[in-house]
Nanobody
Framework: QVQLVESGGGLVQPGGSLRLSCTAS????????MGWYRQAPGKQRELVAA???????NYADSVKGRFTISRDNANDTLYLQMNSLKPEDTGVYYC????????WGPGRFWGQGTQVTVSS
């Protein structure tokens, strides 16, 4: 089993920045990809960004150029730096982990989620 704990969400004004963190513990040897998903009210959960252990990344078109995913392998922590935030970025952000999938689909381990609200 793998445990994922997110932090860093909050309320921010449009144009502002936030950094999310996700710390993994447990059977982390089984993880070859980690990512961030978000779910807005009334919408399906969607991929925001993902990263393989080797450093390959995949971003949703809506966040390209604004968000950056990174990983501190020494501390088993995944980050999502979010800049130029927009109201449509509002939602619950979930950390995800598992074996890499060629379709960049989610792994089976999920964090509890952290709320991000972009509003003036």
């Amino acid at each position: 089993q793998v445990q994922l704990v997110e932090s860093g969400g909050g309320l921010v004004q449009p144009g502002g920045s936030l950094r999310l963190s996700c710390t993994a513990s447990g059977s982390i040897f089984s993880i070859s990809a980690m990512g961030w998903y978000r779910q807005a009210p009334g919408k399906q959960r969607e991929l925001v960004a993902a990263r393989t252990r080797g450093g390959r990344t995949n971003y949703a078109d809506s966040v390209k150029g604004r968000f950056t995913i990174s990983r501190d392998n020494a501390n088993d922590t995944l980050y999502l730096q979010m800049n130029s935030l927009k109201p449509e970025d509002t939602g619950v952000y979930y950390c995800n982990a598992g074996p890499f999938r060629t379709d960049w689909g989610p792994g089976r381990f999920w964090g509890q989620g952290t709320q991000v609200t972009v509003s003036s």
